[in-house]
Every structure is written in structure tokens, then in C-alpha cells.
């Protein structure tokens, strides 16, 4: 097995930490840390930053955990600290923004048709606030439409999950051929297959609502956030084989 890296073991304790503060804290840590819609009371910039070491459970924590000693140490071995630490802040601030934008596309698509119905800004602040409104909104926006615009409005984003997939990303580039596989589908597949086959099935998920894994406790997963991290990973590990004889800087 890998020995887990000096950088590696320093983000899990970072991590760990946030998440014993978490329990110890809770709400008022969540709506201060994790990543909110920019349109949202608690949302601050720097929610891209600190909501990469929050969790929203211990089975998020350690899978998360687990895979970033698991494929990022093998990384870092090969590219030192400076050059591992860029590319997972990279990945991980790259995941919130698309999740951010994404949000605000389905987001923003609602509130448009909201105001062709007819209601003025101040009235869809009020929607948001109650949650209540008139069903005859219902005629240009189907209840579970409005139902997904409050929950964007209130909802957060927690999880170093973007910053992870960049990393599988980059380990699939570097080792194409070790062999992954799901915990529940005992099935082994080279990496050069499963995680672009991980990251397809993200999108198929974002794009759709239908998450694959909902069975296995996924309801909430920021798939747009996982596919961020991953688009990240993918853009640097092109630059760095283009400029794989350049020194690292």
C-alpha cells in the first residue's frame, strides 16, 4: 500500500478538524463555511475556499479522505508539495464555480419566467423568504420547479469532492492502467476507463436529476461540482503534458 505523503496527511488533519469543529458547532459553522448561492444572506467569497473542508457526514468524510490518500498521495510522490497543493485548489475552487454557475442558469431560467408572469423583484424575495406564493404561478412554473428554485436559493455545497475528482483525473492520466473498482460493482476497470466513465456518469446525473448512485445514500451530491473538479484536472494535465519539458514554476 501507498504511504500516505506529508501534504496528503496534512489536508485529511485539516479536514478532520473542520469536521470535529462541525459537530461541535454545527449550523452556525455550516452557514459560515459552506458554499452558498451568491444571491443567499450567508454567502461570502470565501465559501469557495472553506467549503472544501467541510462535510456533511462521516461516510462523506472518509470516502473523501480515503481517496485523497489514495490517489493523491501517489501524485504528490511524483509532482512534490508546491505543484500538488496548485492543482488541488485548482480543482477544488474550479468544482464550486461551475457548481455556482450552474445553479445559477436553473436559477435564473425560474426567476425569468417568474417575472414574465408578471411578479417584480420584491415579490419573488418574498417567495423565497415564506416559501409561500400563488398557485397560479404554477401556470408558467410547475410546483416541482418551484420547489428546486427555493431549495438553490437555500441550499449549500460542502465537500472537497471537486478538488478529489480533479485528482482522479490527474491519477488516470499518470497511472492509465492500475485497475479501480466500485465498492458495490466488484468489477476491476483501468482508471484511463473508470474515471472518465465516473465522471460521465456526474454529468449524466447533473444534466438529467437522476442520480445513479441515490441508492446508495447520493440524493445530495453537487454532481456539477465533481464535474468541475474533474474539466479542471482535465485542462492541467493537458497544459502539463504540453509542457512537460518546461521546469515547474
Do not use: C
Not at 492502467?177 to 465522471?199: N, R, S, T, W
Not at 454529468?203 to 448512485?213: E, H, P, Q, Y
Not at 456539477?224 to 482535465?234: D, T
Amino acid at each position: 500500500m501507498m504511504r500516505i505523503t506529508e501534504t496528503v496527511k496534512h489536508l485529511i488533519i485539516i479536514n478532520v478538524l473542520f469536521f470535529m469543529a462541525s459537530l461541535l458547532i454545527g449550523k452556525p459553522l455550516y452557514d459560515a463555511l459552506a458554499l452558498f448561492y451568491p444571491g443567499n444572506p450567508n454567502f461570502g467569497i470565501w465559501q469557495f475556499v472553506t467549503s472544501m473542508f467541510m462535510h456533511g457526514g462521516v461516510m462523506h468524510i472518509l470516502f473523501n479522505m480515503y481517496a485523497l490518500w489514495a490517489f493523491g498521495s501517489p501524485l504528490e510522490s511524483i509532482w512534490g508539495r508546491n505543484k500538488f497543493l496548485f492543482f488541488y485548489f485548482a480543482a477544488g475552487l474550479g468544482a464550486g464555480l461551475l457548481y455556482t454557475l450552474a445553479n445559477y442558469y436553473q436559477f435564473h431560467t425560474i426567476f425569468e419566467k417568474l417575472i414574465a408572469f408578471g411578479l417584480d423583484n420584491s415579490s419573488i424575495q418574498d417567495i423565497l423568504v415564506t416559501g409561500k406564493y400563488d398557485t397560479a404561478v404554477q401556470s408558467v412554473v410547475s410546483e416541482a420547479k418551484m420547489n428546486e428554485f427555493y431549495a438553490i436559493y437555500y441550499s449549500s455545497a460542502v465537500g472537497a469532492s471537486g478538488a478529489i475528482y480533479g485528482i482522479l483525473v490527474a491519477f488516470a492520466f499518470k497511472f492509465p492502467d492500475v485497475e479501480l473498482m466500485l465498492i458495490f460493482v466488484p468489477v476491476p476497470v483501468k482508471a484511463k476507463y473508470f474515471i472518465p466513465g465516473l465522471v460521465a456518469l456526474d454529468l449524466f446525473s447533473g444534466v438529467t436529476g437522476f442520480s445513479i448512485f441515490g441508492s446508495f445514500g447520493g440524493g445530495n451530491i453537487a454532481h456539477f461540482a465533481h464535474v468541475g473538479g474533474a474539466l479542471i484536472g482535465y485542462l492541467l494535465m493537458l497544459y502539463y503534458q504540453k509542457n512537460q519539458f518546461k521546469r515547474w514554476r
